[in-house]
């Protein structure tokens, strides 16, 4: 795990090659990178200029950290992310987070790409997540695991209400008004590891324990952002239906989610320029 002053460290870093302070801080999932050609007067740092940054190497993730304005607010964007199956631990996940929450970030906006175990959930569909459920947790994959710094929270963090309810109101209004209620829906995320996608029988486990779209990320970034006080919002967009049947001859691929993501890319820039601009952080 980074220390206060590792990551501090970091921060010093950006904050010396930034003019603006961000208050909002916006997570990109697979295929969703395109909202950062909506970042007004950007500053673009790569992570691979960044000390100890940890580096994207899935496709669909740019590895850019994008500063500017975004409704009208300051932000910080992360144009891809990093992940378990790249080899990082939940720790270095983690560290992007910690230095968005010394910058000045009060709000995390995380989106990802999911696969839907829901039934009723098509191709295309946006979930509004209002909870998850840490499967990687159970067998100890968690970016609080280790030396817990009050600087950043406490050792053990409530977890309940980490999506924020009038966050969710208000993305369900925004969506409203933007005629997205035909494929909009709300549920639960799961994180599996990955990188193997998930297995028949594993699908139908999920559906069980009332997940709606699973995926392998994001639950590091908010267990974090909880962990050091952010509001957070969470949108998964559905790139796959996840295979349910046995003898099925379909295969989930990452093609179908690249291809998904650039697909709905203009209506949620526009979704999340108007969020940003209508939220309280």
């Known amino acids: 795990m980074a220390s206060y002053e590792e990551v501090e460290q970091v921060t010093k870093f950006l ?21 950062a050609e909506e970042v007004q007067d950007p500053t673009i740092i790569p992570y691979t200029d960044i000390p100890g940054f940890p580096v994207s190497t899935v496709p669909g993730h740019e590895g850019k950290l994008v500063f500017g304005k975004l409704g009208g ?35 995390l906006l995380v989106t990802n790409a999911a696969g839907g175990i829901n039934r009723k959930y098509k191709v295309g569909d946006v979930m509004i997540i209002k909870d998850h459920i840490n499967l990687a947790g159970f067998a100890g994959v968690n970016p609080l695991v280790g030396p817990n710094d009050e600087r950043f929270g406490p050792r053990f963090p409530a977890m309940s209400g980490s999506y924020d309810k009038k966050y969710r109101d208000l993305a369900r209004s925004v969506a409203k008004n933007m005629n997205m209620e035909s494929y909009l ?7 599996m590891v990955g990188p193997a996608f998930e297995t028949v029988t594993e699908c139908r486990l999920l559906e069980i324990l009332g997940v709606d779209a699973t995926g392998m990320s994001t639950v590091p970034e908010v267990l974090v952002a909880r962990h050091c006080g952010m509001k957070i919002f969470g949108m998964s967009l559905i790139t796959n239906e996840c295979i349910m049947e046995y003898d099925s001859t379909a295969f989930a691929n990452h093609e179908e989610v690249l291809q998904t993501g650039k697909q709905r890319s203009e209506d949620l820039k526009k979704f999340f320029s108007k969020f940003v601009e209508q939220i309280e952080v």
């Open 15 to 35: 904050q010396s090659k930034i003019k603006t302070q961000p208050i909002v801080g916006i997570v990109c999932g697979s295929g969703l990178g395109k909202l």
């Open 185 to 191: 829906q709300e549920g639960v995320y799961s994180m």
């Open 73 to 107: 607010k300051e932000v910080v964007l992360m144009q891809g992310r990093s992940h378990c199956y790249e080899g990082y631990p939940p720790q270095k996940i983690a560290l992007p987070i910690r230095c968005m929450k010394l910058l000045g970030v009060r709000t």
